[in-house]
């Protein structure tokens, strides 16, 4: 499974170029779903849920690029369908778009709905994540990023299909704690290496590794040294 990593979506040439590059067809060849899961955690999370799915979050661009198709895959629904007939549709999609909001709440629902155990198959699909949609991929959120709790307990720990962890939507103008030394501050407080991001930089991974895409400001830290 090919992954672009967004903090704010397809915001610019750069990250849509890269988007192309991985899906390796025109997206008005590609059939989408859309997992609006993450947003129901946060205040006015189902208005934001209906924005994403429509294609009305103009800030965030994801689900109006222009796809031959677009369903939607809620996380929620899943364990009460027949597994069967839900995990034939999403192994023909080209592309999963996943939205923002709490990122434990939405690694919860991946797992709870069986998702998690389907995702390491998905070896043809596209996994586009918005800020938190990009967060659930990494090992670890950090502390500062962990609001919903789920009902068994537990820590920040979130899929860890990458190696990194991502601090998104840096030096954001509504998110003034979102600034670099915050940022500075949340790695070190990890034990991997991390990333933070702006809504104008986005990370690629793919066979070849991890690439930044940018047309904003970014920074790399690696794993901190053991004491």
């Not at 069967?84 to 023909?92: G, K, L």
């Not at 609001?147 to 998104?168: A, E, H, K, M």
């Amino acid at each position: 499974m090919n992954l672009l990593l967004t903090s704010g979506g397809v915001k610019n040439k750069a990250i849509h170029g890269a988007l192309l590059e991985l899906l390796d067809k025109p997206i008005a060849e590609s059939a989408a779903l859309c997992i609006p899961t993450a947003g129901y955690a946060h205040r006015g999370g189902m208005g934001r849920a209906w924005n994403f799915i429509a294609g009305r979050e103009t800030e965030c661009p994801m689900t109006e690029l222009g796809w031959k198709s677009v369903g939607v895959l809620e996380l929620t629904a899943l364990p009460t369908l027949d597994h069967d007939q839900w995990t034939a549709e999403v192994r023909e999609a080209d592309v999963i778009l996943v939205n923002g909001g709490d990122p434990l709440y939405l690694h919860y629902w991946i797992r709870e709905s069986g998702l998690a155990d389907l995702l390491p198959t998905l070896t043809d699909t596209l996994w586009v994540g918005l800020s938190a949609g990009s967060m659930v991929m990494t090992p670890r959120i950090g502390d500062d990023f962990a609001g919903w709790r789920p009902p068994t307990g537990g820590d920040d720990s979130t899929l860890g299909i990458v190696d990194f962890s991502i601090f998104p939507h840096l030096d954001h103008p509504d998110l003034p704690e979102n600034h670099m030394g915050a940022a500075e501050k949340w790695a070190a407080g990890l034990p991997n290496p991390s990333y933070a991001i702006d809504d104008n930089t986005a990370l690629k991974v793919s066979s070849a590794g991890v690439e930044v895409v940018s047309e904003g400001h970014w920074k790399h830290f690696d794993q901190p040294e053991a004491s």
